[in-house]
Nanobody
Framework: QVRLVESGGGLVQAGGSLTLACRAS????????LAWFRQTPGKEREFVAR????????YYADSAKGRFTISRDNDKKTVFLQMSSLKSEDTAVYYC?????????????????????WGQGTQVTVSS
């Protein structure tokens, strides 16, 4: 069973940058496709980005394209979300998620029900 712990959230001004990290423990990290979601009060959890097991394929929500970059370091068992040109509407709790997949699976899993393992979330607040 993989356990995920996010870090790196905080308060940032609009236009600024922030990098989130999600470190895993337990399980075999390289067997998991990983994703970032975000959620604001009263709204559904929203897909942000996902990355395949070996990092060879990445997929982004339209809201993240060109501003956010997902990456992973399998040796460090960590997935990152680099965020730049932040806007007030990026304010949310950000969650990382994992699902076990086969190595050749490049499906763009973008629904929260596609993922089994979740972190506790980290708050990102963008002030305008």
């Amino acid at each position: 069973q993989v356990r995920l712990v996010e870090s790196g959230g905080g308060l940032v001004q609009a236009g600024g940058s922030l990098t989130l990290a999600c470190r895993a423990s337990g399980g075999t990290f390289s067997r998991y496709a990983l994703a970032w979601f975000r959620q604001t009060p009263g709204k559904e959890r929203e897909f942000v980005a996902r990355i395949t097991r070996n990092g060879g394929s990445k997929y982004y929500a339209d809201s993240a394209k060109g501003r956010f970059t997902i990456s992973r370091d399998n040796d460090k068992k960590t997935v990152f979300l680099q965020m730049s040109s932040l806007k007030s509407e990026d304010t949310a709790v950000y969650y990382c998620a994992a699902r076990s997949t086969i190595l050749t699976d490049n499906t763009n899993y973008s629904d929260q029900t596609d993922y089994v393992h979740w972190g506790q979330g980290t708050q990102v607040t963008v002030s305008s």
